[in-house]
């Protein structure tokens, strides 16, 4: 079955339409926002913490997170961090998002997750995204803490029970044999979670030096190893087409501007990844940005990049252009493939 709501599905349909119509070249398919950096763990994997470490103690104001949204205007918002659910207003800024009927999603690495349920009702347009990169072992080695895998776990028991919609997000580092994470994909399938998202892990430059990363080949052997082994019929959220890159079936180039992201320090030049600057504006992001200078063979920080927050977008305007492809897309969504 496939992973994505039908309302959602219809929304985003109806938005690229729209956008197509308008001509607009440049347009955001999921905002990013980042209503703080701090974070209750220190991930092995992640440069959020280290790059941003000087503003750790800084929280956005809802007024903030909020203009910046209404300013990009996405039909997705994926609120990230550090942990969100450190920030004291975290349910006010999702409630008025959901109020705007927007779809958001919130990154968790759920050690919050009670006082999540006090402040965030179920909704149709919210979810949380469960971090999880691996089972027990794996996963509490890359979080650098013991029983966080357990929390995780609980949570999404308790997450279903309560009506929530829950997700999960799954890095893959080298070192984790690809059976581990057919037995946890299939895991999570059978536990109910709506959605797997799944991406190779990036390099950060403060974190490059750890010889868990993947090279760009190297990822696409690992991923097309994993999906040999899985099943027919599991949850994963990335679109289908995205799933093929990952195992090198398809070739695209690096669409950073679909996937804008806001931070305590402003928009980050050039994407999620990377942040040569920060602009002030949505509208400077977009205007300033040579977006052409970027991606795998014009700049060697995006050589091993196959992140779905440049590459998910990437397949889906290419799709738009490509009936054929469109088609494919609509049928293997349709059929869980």
Same mark, same amino acid.
């Given at each position: 079955?496939?992973?994505? &709501? ?106 919050? +997750? ?10 149709? +347009?919210?979810?949380?995204?469960? #971090? ?48 581990? +994470? ?28 750890? &010889? ?38 398809? #070739? ?7 996937? &804008?992201? +806001? ?14 600057? #920060? ?20 700049? &060697? ?37």
């Amino acid at each position: 079955m496939p992973g994505q &709501p039908l309302g959602l599905t219809i929304k985003l349909a109806l938005y690229l339409v729209k956008q197509k119509l308008r001509g607009r070249k440049y347009f955001p398919l999921t905002m990013i926002l980042e209503p703080l950096e701090a974070c209750n763990l220190t991930c092995t994997g992640c440069g959020r913490i280290r790059e941003y470490e000087p503003v750790l103690d800084k929280f956005m104001t809802v007024e903030e997170a909020l203009r910046a949204v209404e300013e990009c205007d996405p039909p997705v918002v994926s609120i990230a961090g550090g942990e969100p659910l450190m920030h004291p207003q975290i349910g006010e800024i999702i409630n008025a998002l959901v109020k705007q009927k927007r779809y958001v999603y919130l990154c968790t690495n759920t050690l919050l +997750y009670k006082r999540a349920f006090k402040v965030i009702p179920p909704s149709k +347009y919210f979810a949380f995204v469960v #971090h999880l990169d691996g089972l027990r072992e794996t996963h509490d080695i890359a979080v650098e803490r013991k029983g966080v895998y357990d929390v995780a776990i609980r949570m999404i028991y308790e997450a279903r029970k309560r009506g929530y919609r829950v997700c999960t997000n799954t890095t893959l580092y080298n070192g984790t044999p690809p059976e581990e +994470y057919k037995h946890l994909f299939e895991m999570l399938t059978d536990m109910g979670v709506e959605g797997m998202m799944i991406s190779p892990g990036f390099a950060y430059k403060e974190v490059a030096h750890h &010889p868990i990363f993947m090279q760009r080949q190297e990822a696409q052997n690992f991923f097309r190893r994993v999906f040999e082994q899985c099943r027919r019929g599991l949850r994963f959220y990335n679109n289908p087409l995205y799933r093929d890159f990952l195992q090198g079936k398809r #070739h695209y180039q690096c669409s950073q501007w679909t996937t &804008p992201t +806001y931070t305590v320090m402003g928009w980050r030049k050039p994407c999620y990844l990377i942040a040569d600057g #920060h602009a002030a504006t949505y509208q400077e992001l977009m205007t300033t940005v040579q977006w052409d200078r970027y991606g795998w063979g014009k700049d &060697p920080r995006c050589d091993t990049c196959m992140m779905h927050c440049g590459f998910e977008g990437s397949a889906i305007l290419q799709a738009m252009e490509r009936p054929k492809e469109m088609l494919e897309l609509a049928l293997r969504s349709m059929r869980g493939d």
